[in-house]
């Protein structure tokens, strides 16, 4: 198994870009989520699914959207990029929402100028 | 939401000192989970703890949960170099997770 894998690795946008992140898991999780990591933040939930077809809000979902239309992919999309979005983002996938291991994607390190 | 707060921020030791973060909510958590972070790289998982004054050891590490499940820790004993990172804890109901305690270690 690959586990989560997410795309790009690295990327650099302008002010007002848009853009997509993606992320896929190949273990059949029934749960995915996007958090941001910002240095003395921690980690903090974007937006999550509990399954296909089902998407919620987190802590920060302002500027962001979400669509899970398979199982297997979850991507986070950056409707018009602003410099509050530079952060690293990571993708988890889990078998249930609540007592379950999350499994971190690689992660993807995120500019925006 | 529930609210976690993680201290310290930052823990510097010398290699073979102890170290310990600590993890509290304002709120009674159903159960709690800790990852590691290696710079640079992403979470990864280290345990879940569920009941109520739940001790769990692995190797060196020790986490515990507190009576009234508000609280939890991590206490690492004789820290190794490879112990560098961030120590993040999260009530998983919530999915919120703390700011995390950045390990660095002296050889």
């Known amino acids: 198994n690959a586990g989560v894998t997410q795309t790009p690795k690295f990327q650099v946008l302008k002010t007002g870009q848009s853009m997509t992140l993606q992320c896929a898991q190949d273990?059949?999780?029934?749960?995915m989520s996007w958090y941001r990591q910002d240095p003395g933040m921690g980690l903090r939930l974007i937006h999550y699914?509990?399954?296909?077809?089902?998407?919620d809000q987190g802590e920060v979902p302002n500027g962001y959207n979400v669509s899970r239309s398979t199982t297997e992919d979850f991507p986070l999309r950056l409707l018009s990029a602003a410099p509050s979005q530079t952060s690293v983002y990571f993708c988890?996938?889990?078998?249930?929402?609540?007592?379950?291991?999350?499994?971190f994607g690689p992660g993807t390190r995120l500019t925006v100028l | 939401g529930q609210q976690v707060m993680q201290i310290p921020q930052y823990q510097h030791v010398q290699e073979g000192e102890d170290f310990t973060t600590y993890c509290n909510s304002s709120?009674?958590?159903?159960?709690i989970q800790w990852y590691k972070q290696r710079p640079g790289g992403h979470p990864v998982f280290l345990i879940q703890?569920?009941?109520?004054?739940e001790v769990k050891k692995q190797k060196r590490l020790t986490f515990q949960f507190g009576e009234a499940k508000k609280n939890s820790s991590l206490h690492i004993t004789a820290t190794q170099t490879t112990d560098v990172g961030t120590y993040f804890c999260?009530?998983?109901?919530?999915?919120?997770f703390g700011a995390g305690t950045r390990l660095t270690v002296k050889p």
């Open positions: 703890l569920v009941k109520s004054g």
């Open positions: 699914s509990v399954g296909a077809g089902i998407t």
């Open positions: 988890t996938s889990s078998y249930g929402r609540s007592t379950d291991t999350q499994y």
């Open positions: 273990m059949n999780h029934e749960y």
């Open positions: 999260a009530g998983r109901r919530d999915m919120r």
């Open positions: 709120t009674t958590l159903s159960n």
